[in-house]
């Protein structure tokens, strides 16, 4: 976790209206893909970038959904 968290600093910032969120964004992307999210998609959140949504369905009981967020 400490790596992880490490990581995110060594981007620097990531508003979106830096340019520096689209980065962001797509780093994000790369990480849900890694962790074997199939259903990952993106959606407008401003002129800059946009936020990324992935589904990832549950084996035990796939008719219940989890949300899980990050700002």
Known sequence: ??????????????????GTGVTAQHRLEQQFQ???YTDV???????WSDCVIAVK??????????VIGGH
């Open 1 to 18: 976790m400490q790596a992880r968290v490490q990581e995110m600093q060594n981007m620097g910032s990531r508003r979106s209206e830096d």
């Open 34 to 36: 890694a962790l074997g």
């Open 41 to 47: 998609s993106t959606f407008s959140y401003n002129a």
């Open 57 to 66: 369905p549950g084996v035990a009981t796939p008719e219940q959904i989890y």
